[in-house]
């Protein structure tokens, strides 16, 4: 059995729902999630943490850099509009 298919799945769920991460070990959670798979491996609240924080840090990386990016450009199209602004006050 692949264990990472149900943590990945996992990590998604809890992250989306903005869930605790403890909730995996909720009893009821539990009993939903081996609804006909009476094997599946649940993994810890401890678990699901760290894996949420391997996923998420590329992600981070992603979104820093494209912050990065993106501050140029606001403040290039903001000096083209004042510009433009004081060209049409001008006239």
Not at 26 to 49: D, E, H, W
Request: net charge positive; proline share 5%; aromatic share 6%.
């Amino acid at each position: 059995m692949n264990l990472q298919f149900p943590r990945a799945k996992i990590v998604h769920w809890v992250s989306e729902s903005v869930c605790p991460f403890r909730i995996v070990e909720n009893c009821r959670f539990k009993s939903l999630m081996k609804t006909g798979q009476s094997k599946l491996y649940i993994p810890s609240a401890s678990t699901v943490s760290c894996n949420a924080k391997l996923v998420f840090a590329p992600t981070c990386d992603r979104i820093a850099k494209l912050l990065q990016v993106s501050t140029i450009c606001p403040v290039i199209s903001i000096q083209k509009l004042t510009h433009r602004c004081g060209d049409m006050k001008a006239t």
